[in-house]
């Protein structure tokens, strides 16, 4: 069976960062797109990022020049570098893998900004 497991979340003061961690456990052999999703109290689920397997990356607006997006493919993991996170960057994050016919979905981690 494929889980895919996020580690990474947890309390950061404004300006500071964080990484998240998603790795698929399980057989799994070739992941197209993977990206990270978040989600606040009160709002619909958002694309962050997202990085196809030949590296081109794209961003929303919100995050462009703070957090960076990277993948693994031999540990079938993807990264989310965040720096100078705000407030309104809390929100549950979930990773997401794509496989032609096939989608996955972590958990979700919590990210809490706040002094």
């Known amino acids: 069976q494929v889980q895919l497991v996020e580690s990474g979340g947890g309390l950061v003061q404004p300006g500071g960062s964080l990484t998240l961690s998603c790795t698929a456990s399980?057989?799994?052999?070739?992941?197209?797109?993977m990206g990270w999703y978040r989600q606040a109290p009160g709002k619909e689920r958002e694309l962050v990022a997202s990085i196809i397997r030949g590296g081109s990356r794209d961003y929303a607006d919100f995050v462009k020049g703070r957090f960076t997006i990277s993948r693994d493919n031999a540990k079938n993991t993807v990264y989310l570098q965040m720096n100078s996170l705000k407030p309104e960057d809390t929100a549950v994050y979930y990773c997401?893998?794509?496989?032609?016919?096939?989608?996955?979905w972590g958990q979700g981690t919590q990210v809490t900004v706040s002094s």
């Open positions: 997401h893998f794509h496989q032609t016919s096939q989608v996955y």
């Open positions: 399980g057989s799994i052999f070739w992941i197209n797109t």
